[in-house]
Each structure stands twice: as C-alpha cells, then as structure tokens.
C-alpha cells in the first residue's frame, strides 16, 4: 500500500473514532446532566469536544489525500440516490457541522439544555449513518474479502472501541487540566469521571471480544468462500500474519491496560497514581490495532476479474 | 573503520565520563538523567565499534549475528536517547497547562506512524534495514531533538544565572545534539518506502506517495546545500565522518559542560560560605551591639530608679530622663510636656536637644495636632512617613530644620492621660518600633519620678504634721506642766517668802530646781530624737550608736551599744524607721521611770530576724500592771506594722529587758529593695 493510500485509513478510522467518542460524550452528558450544574457539565464536556471536532476535521483533510483532484470532491455529492459513497461524504458533512455548532455554542456558552440535547442526538444518528454508508462502499461483489457483513460491523466496532478507549484518555487529560486550572468542583467532576472510566473500560473490554470473534468469522468466511477469497485469505495468514498477530496483540494489551488501570486505581482504588500515561498508552495500542486491522482490510483485499 | 572506530570512543567516553559523574551532587537539571546518558554513550558506542568489525570484514558466520545484534543496540541506545532527551526536558522548568494535551494530540500520528513503520517490515529485505531506518526516525531523531532542546533551555537558564561558562557549554551541546538529530536521526539507508525513499544516504530516491518503484534518479525536492548527495560531492566526506563529528561534538560539550558546571558549583560553594560567614560576622556584631544597647538602656533605668529613690529633686529626674533617652534612642530632640492644673493647656515642662537640656520657665503650650492628639486619645503614635508637613511643624524648639520623622508616647497616671513625650529627627531617618517601645519605657519613669514626688512631698507633709503633734504633746505633758508648776511654785514661794519661812522657802526652791533639770533633759532628748534621722549616708546601726552614745551623754547613764550582726542589716525601710522610734521610745521610759543607771543595746541576727534587745537595771515593774501603759502599747504596734514582734521582761527591782524582733529581707526582695533604694 503506498503513501497516498494509507489516507483511507487515516479517515476511515478518525472518523469512526471521533463518531464513537461523540456518542460515548453524549451518552455520559445525557447520565450525569441530571447530578451536574449546567456550569460543571460544560466543563466536562467542552474540550472534549474541541478534541473531536478536531479529529474529525483532520479526517476530512485526510481523506483528500487519496483523490487525484481533492478541488473536486464536493461534486461526489451530486449522485447521492445511486452512490454510497457520496452519502457517505453527505452524511460525514453532516456529522462535521453538528459537532462543529455544538463546539461552538459550547465555547460560547449558548443555547438551551434540550436543543444542545437534541442537536447532540442527531449528530449521533447522521455519524452511525456515516459509518453504515462508509462500509456499504466496500460492499462489492467484485471484492469478495470486502462483500460481508462482517465489514459493517467492523466499521461499527472500531467506532466503538476505539471511542470508548479515546474517550477514557481525553476525559482523564481534561480532568488533570481542569485539576490544574483548579476549575470549578474538582471532587464531583473526579466522581463522574472514575465512573465514565469505569463504563467506558467496560465497554472497550466487551468489543475486544466482539473484534476477535470478527476476525475469526473474517477468516472463516473467506476460507468458505473459496476462489479469489482464498487467496486473500493467503495474504492474511501468510505474508501480513505478523501484523495480523501484532494487531490482535495489541489490541488485547491495550484493552488490558486499561482495565487493569481502572480496576485498581479507579474501581478497588488500591493505588492512585496518575491515569493519564497508562490510559494514553493504553489508548495508543488499541489505536495501533486498529489502524493496524485497517491497513490489512485494504491490503489482503483481491479484485475479482479485470 | 577508523571513522567507526574513533565514533565508538567518543560516545563510549561520554557514557564512562557521564557513569564518573553519576555519585556527583549538584542542582543542574542534567544530573538526574546521567544513567541514561551514560547508558546512552555505552551502547552507542558499543554499536559503532561493531560496525567497525562488520567494515573490517568479519567472518561470515559472525556477520550475521553482529549485524542483528548492531541493530539490537542501535535501537536500545536509541530508546535511552530518547529517555534521556524526555527526562533532561521534563526536568525544567515546568510547563503551561494546556501541553498536557499535547500527547492527546500526537496520539492520532504516532499510531498512524508506528503502524505505517511496523507495515514495512513486510518485505523481503534483511529485518535490519527497517530497525535502522525507524530506530533513527522514532527514537534518534526525536531523543536528539529532546535533548538538543533541553541543552538550549539549560542555555538559557544558566546565561540568566550569569554562569556564562556553563551556558555557552550547553548552548555547544544543544547544538551538537541538533546536528545529531540531522545526520543520525534523519539521514537513513534508501528504503522503498518513505520517508526512507527521499532522503537516504545511499542517493536512492524512489516516490513512494505514488508507488514502490525505485528509482536511480534525484528528484528530491530538498533544498539543494542540505542534500545528501550535495554534501558529499562538496565535501567528500561520508555521512559516517559527520555521525563521528556530531559524537565528538556531543562528547566534548557535555562532558566539559558537566566538568565547568563543578568549578562553577565549588565556586558558587565558597561564595557561599563567604557570604555565611559575613552573615554570622554581621549576626555576632548585631548581638553585640543589642547587648551594649540593652545594657545602655538597663544602666539607665537604673540611674534613673537610684535618683528617684534618693529623693532627688523631680525635676533634675525629669532633665535626667529627657537626656538619657535622647542620647539612646539617637533623636534629634526630645521633649517633655505635663497638662497644666486645669487641664486645658499641655506645657513643656523640659526638654532635650543635641546642645543642651533645659526645664521651661516660663511654660510654653503645646500646639503639634499629633502631640495634642496623642494625650487625648492615650495612644502612641509613630510617623509612617506619610503625613501632610505641617503636621510635623512645632515640634522641636530648637532645630532650625522642621521634623522629618517622631513617635510620641503618652503619660498616663492610673490610666488618665496627664502629658506627653515625644522624640523627633530632622534627619529622614523614621523611628521603629522598638524606639517607640523604649521610648514607652521613658515615660514609664517620667511617670514614676513625678508619682514618687508627690508621694515624698505628700508623706513629708504628714510627717511634719505628726511631729509637730508629737512635739505639742511632748510640751503639753512635759515642758508646759513643768511651766505651771513652776509658776505655782512662785507663788508659793512668793507666800513663803512673805511669811519668813526661810527653810521651806529654801525647800522649795530645790524642788524647783528638779522641776527645770528634768525638763530641760525633756527639751534636749527632743531635740536629739528630731536630729536623728536614717539616711542613705549612714546606715541604721551607725545611726543608732550616736543616738545611743548622746542619749548616754545627755542622761549621765552608762550605756553600752553591742552590735553583733556582721555585715548590712538588710530591713526594709519601714522596719528601720520604727526600730529607731522603739528604741527611742524606749530609753524615754527608762530615763523617765527606771532610775536605771546602766543600759544594754544589743543588736544581733538569729534565723532570719534581726533582734534588738535593751536592758536596763532599773526598778521595773510589774507586767500585770503595764499591759495597760500606753507607751508599751505604742511600740508593740510599731513592730507589728512592720511584721515585727515585740516583748517586755521586767520584774520589781530587777531590771527590764525589751526585745524587739524584724523579719531580714528575703534575697530576691532584697535585690529589688536595693534598686528601689538605689
């Protein structure tokens, strides 16, 4: 895979990154809005969310890498009834200017509780719905490895895990900012976090599951399917298997990681050192996995006929 | 393989000088992390030297593993680089807040890199190649670049400080690192894959954005002079030569920069013990001089209680005082001012300048609002340096300048504010606190002198009047009586003589002569009781041996003085006082009524009283009979008063025996006796 591929996954996996992060903030908003003072839940939430407005705009500018006239790319829209890749770049704008007018109204501290609400909502349906038109993409019968339904879900559980495991790191970076800045009431605000840890490493532990028994039907699939299958199949196991092993390595260790750090130091509390390097380290590896799976979803993919 | 060879011993030296200085103390941030470098010299120099044998041509079953151990110890020294870069950073100064999202920041491309550089593996050339090219790319470049920053921020801290040696060292050394992160960290073996493929050594460059092809032509868009290839068609030298000059340069700046930063310290460490010791010099001179101050200001209060306990005149007290406390306290003038009879006018009674000190007379009011405002509201007050000039006008008499700084205290008399003292410079020299205080501590005496004063002269009053009572009755009962008996004794006389009875005539004015002898010897022991009198310059048993020795001279009486107290009689005052009026009292009744014709005085110390004993060997009398005499009466009242005990022994012809009995002073009331006195 050259240079100018790895920018597919580079948006690809920011973006689903950044969907599951917002879903996973805006789920933890709408838990702890009730025990928190409008001021506090701002807090919690604002620099995460410049985070993911960010990820999310350095995965738009990714994506254009990979196209010969990125100038042109706002013309992909124009087939949006027959083509499932200018609803992906739809329903992606869509997303960005959701998250982008929520960061906005949340730096400016404007509107009401139930509109941010609702608007955060709708961001998470238009992201799930970009998730699902990015993976319908890949869904061609020339490309065997890629036509399953195990490449949804894939889509789907990297948003997943990789969110949980982002989110983990950027809420416990923004706590030990906001307890540096001496911001606000730092004892609530540790409560709801060592609680979102809590769920969020919970989370991240069930998908590391879900992700190794995908791999297992990808692999089983394809040695089903014979043909072309089998040849990439072939490259999985043969030439790629060292990365194969290295991503299910990786991501076990740093799913870990995390939950090893959360059970003692947030959930037994037997110790208390800092969080943010385990969980930044934690999250680095599970990334790397993840990147890591991407890269040999592009690679081992075989075209069938010309 | 020299180049190989001599790069080995630079970074092997700088990891065996970094080891020698790992047990050195010191604060520079570098310190901390010298394991690392030291580890850091070690491996690569341990590396470098087996290129050298790979260069020499090593066996070929050798080759093999030394070319896989090489890449083993590059990354290893690379990863303590690294270690290293991040720990000598981290030491320093503390960074703003916000950069702890700076690793959620660079999470997204380090996974992006690390997974990109762990996809190159896969590819048929030997595992060595890709180890060298992102050991350089994730740990050399990134740990040089660490530690060259570090170094220039040390620069920067030390050029602050003034050590401008040290700096200029870690400013050599942070370049030396930076050069490092350039010709070690970024220029790598060609590679099919970038960045690898467009800045290589090896003058390959493939476009690797578009595909893996290679290709033998340059079409790297790097600026010209920072081309590899460039450099070495100007230069000639391999990137090997300049690996071995960044070595070296890094070697010999941080190992001198650590051997100048100990002669800074050790010089640092004797300014250091300089500067202590001139502390403890400026410390034992300023005890010094305390303790001359305090002994000043004890001399003084001492002076001052002595002349108040002398009884001196109040007013030279007062001129004392006023002279004293500006020589002390360094003022310029010091003035003292009493609110007059009515209370409505504050006067100066005296004050105190650098010439002279003077009582006022006539008196001269008071018109300063801060002196006026101090004896109203009885607070001291002490210039801040803010008040308006003309709050400050009318308070020296004398200095032709106006006042730049005073404290005034108030006089306060049970509580009631009656004057003030104040103390001014004219120099812009402000009084402390402490002045203020000791000033205070003047006052306090001001107000003792004057309270002892009027005390004096109010007892003197008293004692005046009760002599002169006591004197009327002396008359009325002695001299007066004998007046009229004298006079009816003329009379009778007068009757005689006209009758012609020559021989009562003759009888009676015998009688009469009796009558004046025995008030003249009234008159004289009268005089002889008012003329003796305790004072500082005779002590009481001195006093009471001419008293004894005249009564003796007066009376005809032998009389005998026995002092057997050796040393100072130590009596309070009061007690003394009425152990003269007993013993006066005393040899009145024996000269009156004993027909004694000797008399003992016998002063003596047993336990812890003084005891005067006075025996005579006349008449007596019966003790039933004198508990109601009065004189009795008087003199055990006189030693009860002053914690004494008083007893009579007589009996008819025998004599009579009067012991009287005085508790001494303890020592500590004895020493305040003696100050109060003094």
């Given at each position: 895979m050259n240079l100018r591929e790895w920018a597919l996954p580079v948006y690809t996996v920011l973006m689903q990154m950044a969907i599951g992060g917002f879903a996973a903030l805006w789920i933890l908003r709408a838990a702890v809005k009730v025990r928190l003072e409008r001021a506090e839940l701002d807090r919690l939430i604002q620099n995460p969310l410049i985070i993911l407005f960010t990820t999310v705009v350095v995965a738009m500018i990714g994506s254009h890498?990979?196209?010969?006239?990125?100038?042109?790319?706002?013309?992909?829209?124009?087939n949006f009834r027959s083509s499932w890749l200018s609803r992906e770049i739809v329903f992606t704008v869509l997303t960005f200017s959701v998250i982008a007018s929520l960061s906005l109204l949340q730096v400016t501290h404007r509107g009401r509780e139930p509109f941010l609400s609702a608007l955060g909502w709708v961001g998470i349906a238009l992201g799930s719905a970009a998730i699902y038109c990015m993976s319908r993409i890949y869904l061609l019968p020339t490309q065997v490895s890629w036509n399953t339904p195990i490449t949804v879900y894939t889509f789907y559980s990297t948003a997943v895990l990789l969110g949980s495991m982002a989110m983990a790191a950027i809420l416990v970076i923004n706590q030990k900012f906001l307890e540096i800045h001496k911001v606000g009431d730092a004892t609530v605000r540790a409560g709801v976090v060592r609680q979102a840890l809590c769920w969020l490493a919970g989370i991240a532990f069930g998908m590391l599951w879900v992700v190794v028994a995908l791999n297992v039907f990808m692999v089983l699939s394809l040695r089903s399917a014979g043909g072309i299958a089998q040849i990439s199949l072939e490259l999985l196991l043969g030439l790629y298997q060292p990365l194969w092993i290295l991503r299910l390595l990786v991501l076990l260790v740093g799913v870990g990681w995390l939950v090893e750090t959360v059970v003692t130091n947030?959930?037994?509390?037997?110790t208390s050192r800092d969080l943010t390097m385990p969980v930044y380290i934690a999250c680095l590896l599970v990334m790397i996995g993840e990147i890591l799976g991407r890269f040999l979803f592009y690679a081992t993919h075989v075209k069938m006929g010309i | 393989m020299m180049i190989y060879f001599f790069t080995g011993l630079c970074f092997s030296g700088l990891g065996l000088a970094a080891y020698l200085q790992l047990h050195h103390g010191g604060d520079l941030p570098l310190r901390k992390q010298l394991p690392w470098l030291a580890a850091f010299g070690l491996t690569c120099g341990a590396a470098s030297w087996i290129d050298m044998f790979l260069a020499s041509g090593a066996p070929q079953s050798l080759a093999g593993s030394l070319a896989i151990l090489r890449a083993a110890m590059q990354a290893l020294s690379g990863l303590l680089l690294l270690k290293f870069g991040w720990g000598i950073l981290d030491n320093l100064t503390p960074l703003p807040a916000w950069t702890i999202f700076i690793p959620g920041v660079l999470i997204v491309p380090i996974a992006y890199a690390i997974t990109y550089a762990s996809t190159t593996f896969i590819t048929p050339s030997p595992i060595e190649i890709p180890v060298d090219i992102w050991s350089r790319y994730f740990l050399y470049l990134p740990g040089s670049i660490l530690a060259g920053t570090g170094f220039l921020r040390e620069w920067n801290i030390e050029r602050k400080k003034g050590y401008t040696d040290v700096a200029n060292l870690m400013m050599g050394a942070g370049l030396a690192f930076l050069f490092e992160a350039f010709v070690?960290?970024?220029?790598?073996p060609a590679a099919p894959y970038g960045p690898a493929s467009y800045y290589n050594y090896n003058r390959v460059a493939s476009n690797a954005f578009i595909a893996d092809q290679s290709s033998p032509v340059m079409t790297s868009m790097l600026t010209a002079w920072l081309d590899y290839a460039e450099v070495l068609k100007t230069t000639g030298l391999p990137i090997e030569f300049w690996r071995m000059i960044s070595a070296f340069a890094v070697t010999f700046f941080v190992v001198r920069g650590l051997d100048v930063f100990d002669a800074t310290q050790n010089r640092q460490f004797r300014a250091l013990q300089v500067e202590r010791d001139q502390a403890q010099e400026a410390a034992f001179q300023a005890q010094i001089v305390a303790r001359q101050t305090a002994e000043s200001w004890t001399d003084a209060l001492v002076s001052i209680s002595r002349q108040i306990a002398a009884l001196e005149n109040v007013d030279d007290i007062l001129q004392c005082i006023v002279q004293m406390a500006r020589c002390l306290l360094g003022a310029d003038f010091i003035g003292l001012a009493i609110l007059n009879e009515e209370h409505s006018v504050l006067e100066i009674k005296c004050y105190a300048d650098n010439q002279q000190t003077v009582m006022v007379s006539p008196p001269v009011a008071v018109v300063n609002p801060l002196i006026l405002g101090v004896v109203s509201s009885s607070h001291e007050y002490l210039t801040r340096g803010d008040e308006a000039p003309e709050m400050l006008e009318h308070v020296t008499l004398t200095c032709d300048k106006a006042a730049s700084s005073m404290a005034v205290v108030p006089l306060n008399l049970e509580s009631h504010p009656f004057g003030a003292l104040w103390m001014a410079r004219c120099e812009p020299l402000p009084f402390s606190e402490t002045d203020a205080i000791w000033l205070e501590c003047m006052a306090d005496q001001v107000v003792i002198a004057i309270q002892h004063g009027l005390m004096t002269a109010q007892l003197q009053s008293l004692s005046i009047v009760e002599e002169r009572g006591r004197i009327a009755r002396d008359m009325h009962d002695g001299l007066a009586q004998v007046l009229g008996y004298l006079n009816l004794q003329l009379q009778t006389l007068d009757a005689l003589f006209k009758q012609g009875k020559l021989t009562s005539f003759q009888s009676e004015l015998e009688q009469m002569r009796q009558a004046i002898q025995v008030a003249n010897a009234d008159v004289r022991e009268n005089i002889l009781s008012l003329r003796t009198t305790l004072s500082n310059e005779k002590s009481l048993v001195s006093a009471l041996g001419e008293y004894f020795a005249e009564f003796g001279v007066q009376t005809g009486l032998d009389v005998a003085f026995i002092n057997d107290?050796?040393?100072?009689?130590?009596?309070s005052s009061v007690a003394e006082v009425q152990l003269v009026c007993i013993l006066q009292e005393a040899l009145t009744n024996v000269r009156k009524h004993a027909h004694a014709s000797h008399i003992r005085v016998l002063i003596s110390k047993q336990d812890e009283d003084i005891v005067m004993e006075i025996s005579d060997d006349g008449i007596g009398f019966v003790m039933h009979a004198a508990k109601l005499s009065f004189g009795l009466q008087t003199m055990r009242e006189r030693a009860q008063s002053a914690g004494g005990e008083f007893e009579v022994h007589s009996i008819p012809d025998q004599g009579t025996q009067i012991e009287c009995r005085f508790p001494c002073l303890k020592p500590e009331k004895l020493s305040q006796h003696s100050l109060a006195l003094s």
């Open positions: 890498f990979h196209l010969s006239r990125p100038y042109l790319s706002f013309l992909a829209i124009l947030v959930w037994k509390r037997t | 070690v960290g970024l220029v790598v107290v050796e040393g100072n009689i130590n009596l």
